[in-house]
């Protein structure tokens, strides 16, 4: 099978983007979607997604992790594809689209380059002994830490991920140094299975998780750096509920191409 595919990439989590509007490619293959994302066989990808119609939206995200298992919600993807749909001219400045976790909406720069995702409204968040846990689109862990630049986050992060507790359904794990003006985080997400230079829910998890520590409440911004570059999250917060929740950074292009490769 013939694939045209475009890269892209959101503070260094990078992404394959196909257009599937006429549906040409049946991704309903695991393997076939691995070999895809693969760095060394493949393209190379934390994960791979696919624009599509759909009615009463201006594109449907279908998502897929590098291990070729349909995903939660990506939140870096999510504007990495509304920068896709602009290229391809299946938005303007702003769009109503449709994820696994429900509608998003979303704007972006007239570059094309800068992208503001509403993510999900978030009123839970619980412990687990220090760290907090809390799903932002995909579940994830957030533990605060010190000398994060020399943490071990893939062996740590791996750790917690096939604990007892989480196992089963997997969670992202996020480390996170408050440095005062901004936080650092790290982040091992589960489905790549290995740390990645970003992630988007695991960012705004953290941003959500520290306002509640902090006590913080109304209208909030968290500038927040990563190992790809810099992210940030704004959202309003009244003690109880957390709303208007947007993940704002840049989403490039890298190349396009086409690659030929046999489902298996």
């Known amino acids: ?47 791979i997604m696919f624009l599509q119609e759909k009615p009463g939206f201006d594109f449907e995200m279908i998502y897929y992790n590098s291990d070729g298992q349909p995903s939660s919600m ?4 999510g504007r990495c594809i509304v920068a896709f749909a ?17 509608p998003h909406y979303a704007k972006i720069s007239e570059s094309g380059e800068w992208v503001s995702l509403q993510m999900i409204d978030v009123d839970t968040i619980s412990r687990d002994g220090s760290a907090y846990v809390l799903n932002t689109g995909s579940p994830h862990f957030v533990q605060e830490t010190t000398d994060l630049k020399n943490k071990d986050v893939y062996h740590e ?31 091992y997400e589960r489905g790549v299975e290995d740390e990645t230079f970003a992630c988007g829910t695991g960012v705004t998890a953290v941003a959500l998780a520290m306002a509640k520590q902090k006590g913080l409440r109304g209208d909030l911004v968290a500038p927040i750096r990563v190992l790809g570059g810099s992210l940030s999250i704004r959202f309003h917060y009244d003690g109880e509920r957390f709303t208007g929740i947007f993940l704002e950074g840049p989403a490039r292009m890298v190349f396009s191409g086409s690659i030929d490769l046999e489902l298996q």
Do not use: S, W
């Open 1 to 47: 099978m013939n694939i045209h595919f475009y890269k892209y990439q959101g503070a260094g989590n990078d992404f394959i983007l196909v257009d599937n509007r006429e549906m040409a490619v049946n991704h309903h293959h695991p393997a076939f979607i691995a070999r895809l994302c693969d760095r060394r066989f493949g393209i190379g990808g934390d994960g």
């Open 74 to 77: 990506c939140g870096n993807g």
């Open 86 to 102: 602009k290229k391809l001219g299946v938005i303007a400045e702003e769009t109503n689209f449709l994820a696994v976790d429900g």
């Open 157 to 187: 992060g791996k750790a917690i991920r096939y604990n007892d507790t989480y196992r089963g359904e997997g969670i992202n794990i996020n480390f996170i140094e408050d440095l005062g003006d901004h936080y650092f985080v790290r982040t």
